[in-house]
């Protein structure tokens, strides 16, 4: 387990997700708050193989990873109703930096 501070993005999006967070078996974990307010564990697998290192930099990394999303509820305004939808795939930007 590495601890490491990272700053995660959706590609194309401005918000950023940063914090510290740990590296556990080439996974990155970080702590999350649901809307209703409950604390989870968010799971970001393979980044340490997908990561590559910065340039001049043995301690940080960046790269993309691409998350899959199956049966997700979506609100479907014009028929005020929830539709799910089978397959989402999501790419995100991820930079971390070890520390300790």
Known sequence: MQKVVYSISKV?????LKGVGYLIEGNLLIPS???K????????EDVAE????VKDSN????GYVTI??????V??????????????????HIWYKFID
């Open 12 to 16: 194309n999006k401005d918000e950023k």
């Open 68 to 73: 899959a999303y199956e049966n997700v509820n």
């Open 75 to 92: 609100y479907n305004k014009e028929k005020n109703r929830y539709d799910t939808l089978d397959y989402i795939e999501t790419t995100y």
């Open 50 to 53: 997908k990561c590559k290192p």
């Open 37 to 44: 307010g409950n604390a989870y564990i968010r799971v970001f």
């Open 33 to 35: 708050t649901s809307q």
């Open 59 to 62: 301690s940080e990394f960046k």
